[in-house]
Structure formats: structure tokens, C-alpha cells
């Protein structure tokens, strides 16, 4: 890699406190009263993190937060584990109920819930878990909580959306970087670990993921990066993205290696109007599926519909995808503080793929975009 590192961001914004957490369990035990739940039952994964700031290895042994309205919530917690959990930012609003190696977990969380009733639970509870829990419980019911709860975490605050913003930026600064960088004669793994690096040296605590599927390999849009190399003449398209303070990143541009043919920049040309369409269709009031159909209406009208192959966008946050998907058939309305990708593409079997993407966030008035590099297709060595 070229450049200078970046000094390191210790900064940051100010962290959620105790407040924070209380009042998100607290509107979460609500919204599951309107929906006519007993409760929520959340497992180790984003659920916990957004709602306690607690972010435990995931075991075989249980460790759920139970949030019913109008009752305290309580975390149980291996006891082992329960020193930690004290020093969770939200654990002031938890009371922690352990147990030991040895003694029933399913019956420590059991005595918390109705005998009857139907709990959201959340999409990566352990199947273990759920089984233990329903065998003691037999009448209460469960439904996964994205069904249940869709946009529990969609609607960002200020605070979410300005980490949110640092997370793109960070990442439109690596996307930056990596255009001086070699690609011809270079195996996609090894521009991938380069795109991983600037990733971490803009601020990324996590990477979750450095796409890079160059000439043919272009037309798979969840490519991992191999050992192919790199040719001139390849378009290459890079999607990438991780966590900074605990905040998504998500991008793809598409890039080529020397002068492109002049039917590769009509697909670029194509995929760059669609995802301007895509990102127009944003804003209060309007549909998932809006956006899902401006964007698909660019590549329809021009007869490479068959070949844009996946939804047009997904939600972001504590994780890099979640609610709410911009597809068909998804009739949410848009609400100021969504933030979600726009993401159009076309891809040609054996031939290449063009994908280009950016965050928004709905306004008040429109949509944000959240990654700000150049649409245009750029070319490199």
C-alpha cells in the first residue's frame, strides 16, 4: 500500500450511557405490547449490543435479556460471566440473574415469563436455547424478531447517524487510497488485504467484509476474494465495509483496469443512472419497494432486467445488514432516520459485473447520501 497511515482515531463520539440503554429496552417492551407480544427474549448478537451495550462471547450457555412492559429488565447471565455483564454500559437499567455450571438455565429464564403467551426472539438465538426454553414453557410461543419487530433498529438517532456518517466516511477514504494502489498483475487477495488495512487505519474496528471480483468473477456479487490475478482489461468491482464505533460501513464502486471496452462503460453508465434513480426515490412517506422499483426501472427499460439479480438495498447499523430491505413487495414507508443502502447491479455470467453503492439516510425532505466518492467509473493501472 502507498501513503501515509492516518493517525489513529482515539477520539470518537461520546459513548451511549446508562440512559441510553434504559430508554431503548424500555421503547422495545412497548413496541412489543402494541404488537401484541408477552415480551422479547433477546440472545448475544446486535440485539444485545444495541439494547445493553453488553457483547458476550456466544456459548452453549444462555445468556438472555427478558424485556417485558412495565417490568424491570433482567439479564440471565452464566455466573461466570456476570462480572462482565456488571460493567455493561446499560447493566444500571438490568437487574442479572445467574446461574451456575450444573443448575437449569431454561428454568431461571422460564420463571420470568408467562406460562402462555408469544415472545419475540431474536433471529440469532441458538436453536439449543430456543428448544430449552420451549420445553419448559410448552404454551408460549415465539416468532423471530425481524418478523415480529421489523424496524425495532431502523429509525437511527442523531448520535447513531453521526456514527454512521464517520463510518462511511472512513470508508469513502480507504475507497480513495486504494485507487493508487497496483491492481494489474496482483491477485484479488492481496489488493482485498489492502482495502482491509486502510479500512482499519481510517478507524475501523472490524472489517467485515473487502470484495474484490475482478474480469469474470465481477458477475458473482458475493465473490470472496481468491487467487485470481488481476488482468488489464478487467473490471473489477470492490464492496466493502465494517464497524467503526460500533457503525456499518458499506460500499461498492467499480473500477477497470485500463481502458474499458465501450460496452463496459454503457453498463457502468447504466447501473450509475439506476442507483441515481434508486437514491432520488428516497424520502418520507415513500415505500422500500419505491426505491427498489426506480432503481429496477433503469435497468429494465434498457433489457439487462434479468441480470440485476438481488434486492436494491438493505438496512444498517450495529450490524452492516439489516431491516429494512428495498425490494418488492416491502410497503414500510420511509421515515426520517432510516439508513440503508442503494445498491443497483448488473452482472454479465462469465463476462463482468458493475455494482456501485452508497448509504443514505431519509431526511426530512429527501435522502443523504453518507458515501460522497466519485460515481464515475474509475480507471487504474
Request: hydrophobic content about 40%; glycine content about 12%; some cysteine.
Amino acid at each position: 500500500m502507498t501513503g501515509t497511515p492516518a493517525p489513529p482515531d482515539t477520539a470518537g463520539p461520546a459513548p451511549f450511557t446508562a440512559e441510553d440503554y434504559a430508554a431503548r429496552m424500555r421503547r422495545a417492551a412497548e413496541a412489543a405490547d402494541a404488537a401484541g407480544l408477552a415480551g422479547l427474549l433477546i440472545a448475544p448478537g446486535p440485539d444485545l449490543v444495541w439494547l445493553t451495550g453488553y457483547r458476550p462471547v456466544e456459548t452453549e450457555r444462555l445468556t438472555l435479556l427478558v424485556l417485558r412492559a412495565g417490568q424491570d429488565p433482567v439479564l440471565v447471565v452464566p455466573t461466570l460471566e456476570a462480572p462482565d455483564a456488571a460493567e455493561a454500559a446499560g447493566a444500571p437499567a438490568l437487574t442479572l440473574r445467574d446461574w451456575t455450571d450444573g443448575k437449569d438455565p431454561y428454568g431461571a429464564a422460564a420463571a420470568l415469563l408467562g406460562v402462555r403467551g408469544r415472545y419475540g426472539i431474536s433471529d440469532n438465538a441458538w436453536a439449543l436455547h430456543l428448544l430449552g426454553l420451549r420445553e419448559r414453557l410448552p404454551d408460549v410461543g415465539h416468532v423471530a424478531l425481524t418478523r415480529a419487530l421489523p424496524m425495532l433498529r431502523a429509525v437511527k438517532d442523531a448520535a447513531e447517524l453521526d456514527r454512521l456518517a464517520a463510518a462511511g466516511t472512513a470508508a469513502d477514504a480507504a475507497y480513495e487510497e486504494i485507487l493508487k494502489v497496483a491492481f494489474g498483475g496482483r491477485r484479488e487477495r492481496e489488493v482485498a488485504e489492502d482495502l482491509a488495512g486502510l479500512l482499519r487505519r481510517f478507524g475501523h474496528a472490524q472489517v467485515d467484509f473487502t470484495i474484490v471480483a475482478s474480469g469474470p468473477n465481477g458477475a458473482n456479487p458475493h465473490h470472496e476474494a481468491g487467487e485470481r490475478v488481476i488482468q488489464r482489461g478487467d473490471m473489477v468491482v470492490l464492496d466493502f465495509g465494517g464497524l467503526k464505533h460500533g457503525y456499518g460501513s458499506d460500499t461498492s464502486r467499480t473500477i477497470h483496469v485500463g481502458e474499458p471496452t465501450d460496452e463496459e462503460r454503457k453498463v457502468h453508465d447504466l447501473v450509475r443512472a439506476a442507483q441515481e434513480a434508486g437514491f432520488r426515490a428516497v424520502g418520507p412517506g415513500a415505500a422500500c419497494q419505491d426505491v427498489d422499483r426506480a432503481a429496477r426501472a433503469v435497468i429494465d427499460d434498457a433489457g439487462y432486467g434479468a441480470y440485476f439479480i438481488h434486492r436494491t438495498g438493505h438496512g444498517i447499523g450495529v450490524t452492516t445488514h439489516e431491516p429494512p430491505y428495498m425490494i418488492e413487495g416491502e410497503e414500510q414507508p420511509l421515515v426520517p432516520g432510516m439508513c440503508f443502502s442503494v445498491e443497483p447491479g448488473v452482472y454479465l455470467p462469465g463476462r463482468f459485473g458493475v455494482r456501485i453503492e452508497d448509504i443514505v439516510a431519509v431526511t426530512e425532505d429527501g435522502g443523504l447520501r453518507l458515501n460522497e466518492t466519485s460515481r464515475e467509473m474509475a480507471i487504474v493501472d
